[in-house]
């Protein structure tokens, strides 16, 4: 297969697994990968995706071509969605060259990269606080909760990174924001612990995926959106399940 028609196919796979990989939803996907395969000569193309995968077929330069790829690791990046989503409508009505696209989308990716891991913590401390205050959390909650959200973010962040299910990275988030907030009530006993929780986990809260499931489905994607619905519910129940088995043990324990 010659070396343009590789690069074609891809683009369209590597936009699609950094979409899929940063909680686009389906459509957007589908939509996306056309559109930028189209601005680079394709004439035809056909792509099916799934939540863990894309089928990909596409008729260019006198070639048809053919690829499938598995996505491994999910996440939630709002940033590279949005700039690879302005990648593809600045594109649009022109004739680009396939090789210096992906050059372009590489650069999206390590910007964005960048960017999450830079302000990242910042948002979950600066998110975790405004949520608290909305449940009721009051002086030196607010600055506590900054604090342990900024940690919990930064330890579901590690776990991730090391590979570990996503499940259980939720499942030590919610652990730790319950540690945490529970073990600040050792050195000031009037402090609240539960305010603080709650928006310490805030972060990690799959609302992105919930949303993005409603919407998979309200444009006729059911199976990917019960699907992403479902792995919403379950990292619900993950972030709960850490944080109860904290409680439980505490109150059990040291009452």
């Given at each position: 297969?010659?070396?343009?028609?590789?690069?074609?196919?891809?683009?369209?796979?590597?936009?699609?697994?950094?979409?899929?990989?940063?909680?686009?939803?389906?459509?957007?996907?589908?939509?996306?990968?056309?559109?930028?395969?189209?601005a680079c000569g394709a004439e035809v193309v056909d792509c099916i995706a799934t939540p863990t995968g894309i089928h990909l077929s596409a008729h260019a330069y006198g070639r048809i071509g053919t690829r499938v790829r598995r996505i491994d690791k999910r996440s939630t990046n709002l940033g590279r969605v949005a700039a690879i989503n302005n990648l593809s409508r600045s594109l649009a009505g022109?004739?680009?060259?396939?090789?210096?696209?992906?050059?372009?989308?590489?650069?999206?990716?390590?910007?964005?990269?960048?960017?999450?891991?830079?302000?990242?913590?910042?948002?979950?401390?600066?998110?975790?606080?405004?949520?608290?205050?909305?449940?009721?959390?009051?002086?030196?909650?607010?600055?506590?909760?900054?604090?342990?959200?900024?940690?919990?973010?930064?330890?579901?962040?590690?776990?991730?990174?090391?590979?570990?299910?996503?499940?259980?990275?939720?499942?030590?988030?919610?652990?730790?924001?319950?540690?945490?907030?529970?073990?600040?009530?050792?050195?000031?006993?009037?402090?609240?612990?539960?305010?603080?929780?709650?928006?310490?986990?805030?972060?990690?809260?799959?609302?992105?995926?919930?949303?993005?499931?409603?919407?998979?489905?309200?444009?006729?994607?059911?199976?990917?959106?019960?699907?992403?619905?479902?792995?919403?519910?379950?990292?619900?129940?993950?972030?709960?399940?850490?944080?109860?088995?904290?409680?439980?043990?505490?109150?059990?324990?040291?009452?």
């Amino acid at each position: 297969m010659p070396a343009k028609m590789e690069q074609l196919l891809e683009l369209g796979l590597y936009s699609g697994t950094l979409l899929l990989g940063s909680g686009a939803e389906i459509y957007r996907v589908e939509n996306t990968i056309y559109h930028l395969l189209t601005a680079c000569g394709a004439e035809v193309v056909d792509c099916i995706a799934t939540p863990t995968g894309i089928h990909l077929s596409a008729h260019a330069y006198g070639r048809i071509g053919t690829r499938v790829r598995r996505i491994d690791k999910r996440s939630t990046n709002l940033g590279r969605v949005a700039a690879i989503n302005n990648l593809s409508r600045s594109l649009a009505g022109q004739q680009n060259d396939p090789g210096e696209v992906l050059q372009a989308l590489c650069q999206i990716e390590r910007d964005t990269e960048h960017s999450l891991v830079r302000w990242g913590p910042l948002g979950a401390a600066i998110g975790g606080t405004a949520f608290a205050t909305l449940f009721g959390a009051r002086g030196w909650e607010l600055p506590t909760t900054a604090l342990v959200a900024f940690i919990v973010f930064h330890s579901a962040a590690f776990l991730r990174k090391a590979a570990i299910p996503g499940l259980l990275a939720d499942f030590a988030g919610g652990f730790v924001a319950a540690l945490l907030a529970l073990s600040v009530t050792l050195v000031f006993p009037d402090m609240p612990s539960d305010r603080v929780i709650l928006g310490a986990i805030m972060s990690l809260v799959p609302g992105v995926l919930l949303t993005a499931g409603a919407r998979d489905v309200l444009a006729g994607d059911l199976l990917s959106g019960i699907v992403r619905t479902i792995e919403a519910l379950f990292t619900a129940t993950a972030i709960a399940a850490g944080a109860g088995a904290i409680l439980g043990w505490w109150i059990k324990w040291l009452g």
